[in-house]
């Protein structure tokens, strides 16, 4: 099947940017679900589906999976990928975010950006004439999402045939941009969501509502506590650094670890929620939110699948952006 072949929902229709997950309707993640699952399935299908187009990739903050997910996936779909990385500073201090996606739209058929702040995110849509991703920043990582629920996805409807619906995800940690993202899918997609996260560290009041929104149209379930003994029979456990970039502070790190320590994702918390699989965005501090067991727990742990669908995800977001 060739790109132009696409059936109707393969291409996606209506999506103009990838900025927040609750910027997106039901059909739209499940469509990029099916597409990411398809690329990866039969990736001859999508070598030139960006013949001739140019991303531009603009890093505020370091990065791994996402930078080479993003490179490799644009180079397997027949684009070109450009980094920008920290040498032109924090973006609106050398120039105005307006200027800078003014400048990328010359030359650029799509940006691709990690930022401190959400706000410069906006800033990029708003002014560029390209399609924008978000590639992280303080609030949202909408690709680490939308991977995590094609491997979701891949491990209960096409492994074991149970619909996602059925799955109960919980999130132990910190309320962080990653399970911002992950509790608003959740809520979008109808997957019942439990997050248990110390006092103090729990979502915005705003996300939070925005998520009991969309699960008074799914149906599905959202809890909330800080009380680790309240987290009942999950089917997948999920967790994230207990400080993300950009928040760390060498001189509060002792007293953190003694509050998140009862919070530690282990195979104990495994047994006793009866969870069969761990999940994590990585990096993992491994000792800290994970013990190094569990992550390296062949039967257990989905982290580098979710490494991998990175790409695959991601990819489904630019063909579907970059061909509509
Ligand atoms: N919450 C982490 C995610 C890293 C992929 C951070 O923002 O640092």
Redesign the pocket.
């Known amino acids: 099947m060739s790109i132009t072949q696409l059936n109707k929902e393969q291409k996606n229709s209506g999506l103009a940017n990838f900025l927040a997950d609750d910027q997106l309707t039901k059909t739209q993640i499940t469509d990029l679900i099916n597409l990411a699952i398809n690329i990866k399935n039969h990736p001859a299908d999508y070598s030139q589906a960006l013949a001739g187009k140019s991303v531009a990739m603009i890093f505020e903050?370091p990065s791994l999976?996402?930078h080479v997910s993003f490179d490799m996936g644009i180079s397997k779909l027949g684009g070109h990928a450009l980094y920008l990385g920290q040498q032109n500073g924090k973006l609106g201090e050398r120039e105005r975010v307006s200027d800078y996606a003014k400048n990328l739209s010359c030359y650029a058929d799509l940006i691709v950006a990690r930022v401190f702040e959400n706000s410069a995110i906006e800033g990029l849509a708003e002014h560029a004439s390209v399609p924008v991703i978000n590639a992280?920043c303080?609030v949202y990582?909408p690709c680490?999402a939308l991977a995590d629920f094609v491997t979701l996805h891949e491990c209960f409807v096409v492994g074991k045939g149970i619909d996602l619906i059925q799955v109960k995800l919980a999130y132990v940690g910190?309320g962080?941009?990653?399970s911002n993202s992950l509790m608003l899918m959740a809520a979008i997609l109808g997957v019942d969501f439990t997050l248990v996260s110390p006092d103090g560290h729990a979502p915005e009041n705003a996300l939070l509502n925005k998520a009991k929104a969309f699960t008074e149209k799914s149906g599905s379930k959202l809890v909330l506590t800080s009380n680790i003994d309240e987290l009942g029979q999950q089917d997948v456990i999920y967790t994230?650094?207990w400080?993300?970039?950009?928040?760390e502070d060498a001189s509060k790190k002792a007293a953190l670890i003694e509050k998140f320590a009862p919070y530690q994702v282990n195979h104990q918390l495994m047994k006793n929620s009866q969870a069969s699989l761990v999940m994590h965005?990585?990096?993992a501090h491994l000792g800290e939110e994970i013990t190094t067991e569990l992550f390296d727990d062949k039967a257990m742990s989905v982290v580098f699948q979710q490494a991998e669908n990175r790409m695959w995800a991601q990819n489904a977001v630019l063909v579907t952006l970059l061909t509509e």
Not at 243 to 247: C, E, R, T, Y
């Open positions: 903050k999976r996402t992280l303080d990582h680490q910190d962080n941009n990653v994230d650094t400080v993300s970039m950009g928040d965005c990585q990096p």
